[in-house]
């Protein structure tokens, strides 16, 4: 049996005291769910191991057998993670560290044909592994918005805040180049700049005729009916 730490907080108003309780050494044997990474797929032999997986033949029902096939490919990827994927971020750290070495040394010896080479080298190795990290941290905050977002957590109020702040106008620039803080002139700022790009209501209009109109063919009823 687990140990454990019991706290007895105060009761307020209740005539109960509630009781917080902590478990410690608790191993957490709770199923891991799999999750397809985006990242799988810039491996470059990653469509030929799908393609060896679900060309092995199976006997039974085509459901079974699609399930036997997923199981089976489930295996493959989580390899194919361990062994190229574990740590994208922590590697993407590292790529940009070794490629900050060797501008600051490059930067002492200017001339250093090695060091040029070795240059290219680890900015094109960052370039990757930054990539894969991006791709990898842009699918994880996706995730986590929507364990987190639809709970209407602190968490979620926050992200509408941010993206609240970034779609935000602040500031603008006015026709004589003032920069304008204040609301209401950035209003103003916005209506006259679609007011000279659209125009203005004219109130001397010049009708068209009508009789204008009937100059060219025009379309009999059944083709009407026909375009509705």
Known sequence: MPSYIANFLSKGISDHSPVSISLL????????????????????????KVEEVWKQSLEGHMMYQVVSKTRSLKNSLKDLNKQYFRNIVTDANEDRDALKQVHEALQQHPGDKKLQQLEKEKYQQFRKSSYLAEIFLQQRSKATWIRLGD????????????????QAITQLQDKNRIICTNSEDIAQILVEFYQDLLGKKSLKRVRAFKSFLHNDPRLILGQQVALV
């Open 25 to 48: 050494n608790l191993k957490n044997n709770r199923y891991k769910a799999f999750k397809y990474c985006n990242t799988w797929s810039q491996y470059p032999q990653f469509l030929v």
């Open 151 to 166: 709970d209407n957590t602190r968490y979620f109020f926050l992200v509408i805040d941010h993206k609240k702040l970034q």
